[in-house]
Every structure is written in C-alpha cells, then in structure tokens.
Nanobody
Framework: VQLQASGGGLVQAGGSLRLSCVAPKNIFSSSAMGWFRQAPGKRRELVATFTRGGSSTNYADSVKGRFTISRDNAKNTLFLQMNSLKPEDTAVYYC?????????WGQGTQVTVSS
C-alpha cells in the first residue's frame, strides 16, 4: 500500500504550509488516517488524526489552534494545513493509515521552520 505525501519545505516562523497525502481508494475509505511527525533524536508523535470515516478528529496539544486536518473523499486525499509554524514544528511528517489494525506509512516529507 502506497501513501504519497507531499507539500513539505522550508518556511520562516509564523508561515504556513499545507501537506497532502494521496491514498488508494480502498484504504482511504476504510481507514483511520492522519499525520505523525518525527524530529531528529525524538520519537515519532501524533500530530492529527481522523477516525475511520472521518467523523471526528484528534490533535496533539502542541498544534491545536494552528493545524487543521481535512480530507477530500472524492480525491482520496488527506491534508494538513499548518499555520503559525514554529521552529519546534521542524520534523519529517508522515502520512498514516490504520486499516483493520494494520498500519501503513507514507514516505515522509520534511518540514523545516527557520527562526
């Protein structure tokens, strides 16, 4: 299963980026989906997720009010709008899907926030 993430880059503190993740239709429609991130020397952590079907969301406290997870069901695409970025948001961001207990990961996209 291939999750294709894109949209990372270099941005100044206070700026914005939008990440995208395209998933196969059968995975997108039947999985919990979301975003995780991993900074150098740190454990991978949850950023934001949808429950299966997209009925509810969950955010890490550190991104609440700044990041928004959304989805386009017609295009099997997951988004993460990141506003008011901070240097501590610098990490590799991974798209994630949990399909009947089996996790799938995208290849990761680098987000770097300069101060």
């Amino acid at each position: 299963v291939q999750l294709q993430a894109s949209g990372g880059g270099l941005v100044q503190a206070g700026g914005s980026l939008r990440l995208s993740c395209v998933a196969p239709k059968n995975i997108f429609s039947s999985s919990a989906m979301g975003w995780f991130r991993q900074a150098p020397g740190k454990r991978r952590e949850l950023v934001a997720t949808f429950t299966r079907g997209g009925s509810s969301t969950n955010y890490a406290d550190s991104v609440k009010g700044r990041f928004t997870i959304s989805r386009d069901n017609a295009k099997n695409t997951l988004f993460l709008q990141m506003n008011s970025l901070k240097p501590e948001d610098t990490a590799v961001y991974y798209c994630w899907a949990l399909n009947f207990g089996i996790p799938y990961w995208g290849q990761g996209t680098q987000v770097t926030v300069s101060s």
